[in-house]
């Protein structure tokens, strides 16, 4: 939650945000994207969390225990870390600075509270909320996933309501209903956004002064 000392940056890579309710679809886009997508990359984030069932360490997270994440956070390894469904998640600065100045394009997977955090650092942050279609459905993909226990479904669709609530602050809201017009919707938020980016670079160069068009 803490980012003193980091000034909002301008990278020549894009970043997108996508947070959600849980059970809304978002790893599950996020993925199908970077599949289609090679220029993307995703920053694996540390948590406090157990792993689920098929997870790895190092692909959907850096399963750490809270010590750990405690050291990082006093160390200052995170741009941003917030407390979830009673436990710690954090984006480290390793890796994604690199890759933004590199010129590469990194998606986000976190929570509303991260998202906000990561926009105030770079101002060019894309942030995409995905929606379920209805409550029903959210409660629906979250038991048919298998993956919680009973207890912990209900706290997520009691925070459901609060994060849902936080989409007026993102810059595109997206509702997953069927998944590929999801996808479709999701990859042209991506594809705008360097289109948009190609073309003020191409204004502040001097390019379109150049051919005498502006
Ligand atoms: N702020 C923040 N939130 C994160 C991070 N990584 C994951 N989250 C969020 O933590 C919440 C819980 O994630 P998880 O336990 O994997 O369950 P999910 O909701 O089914 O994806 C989700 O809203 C994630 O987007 C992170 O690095 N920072
Ligand atoms: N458009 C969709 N229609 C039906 N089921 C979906 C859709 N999108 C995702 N799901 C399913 O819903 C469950 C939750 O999806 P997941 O991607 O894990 O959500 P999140 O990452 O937001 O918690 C998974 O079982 C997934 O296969």
């Known amino acids: 939650m803490k ?45 406090t969390r157990a792993p689920r069932g098929q997870e790895q360490n190092g692909r959907e997270y ?12 006093d160390r200052g390894d995170f741009f941003e870390w917030a407390e979830v469904h009673g436990n710690r998640y954090g984006t480290s600065r390793e890796g994604i600075e690199a890759r933004l100045m590199a010129g590469e394009d990194v998606v986000l997977e976190i929570d509303y509270q991260g ?10 942050a894309v942030l995409i909320f995905i929606l379920p279609p209805s409550w029903a459905e959210l409660e629906q993909r979250l038991r048919r996933r298998g993956e919680d226990h009973p207890d912990v479904i209900a706290q997520r669709l009691v925070n459901a309501r609060v994060e849902v609530a936080q989409a007026q602050h993102f810059d595109y ?3 997953n209903g069927l998944f590929e017009t999801a996808l479709f919707d999701l990859k042209t938020v991506v594809h705008s956004q360097r289109l948009k980016y190609v073309a003020q670079r191409r204004v502040k160069s001097g390019v379109f002064a150049a051919l005498d068009l502006l």
Do not use: C, Y
């Open 115 to 124: 998202a906000l955090q990561i926009k105030q650092m770079f101002v060019h």
């Open 62 to 73: 850096w399963f750490i225990r809270p010590d750990e994440f405690q050291s990082m956070i």
């Open 3 to 47: 980012n003193e000392g980091t000034q909002p940056m301008e990278t020549p890579g894009n970043l997108f945000v996508v947070a959600a309710p849980s059970g809304a679809g978002k790893s599950s886009l996020v993925k199908a994207l970077l599949e289609l997508d090679s220029h993307l990359q995703v920053s694996v984030s540390h948590t």
């Open 173 to 175: 809201v997206i509702i």
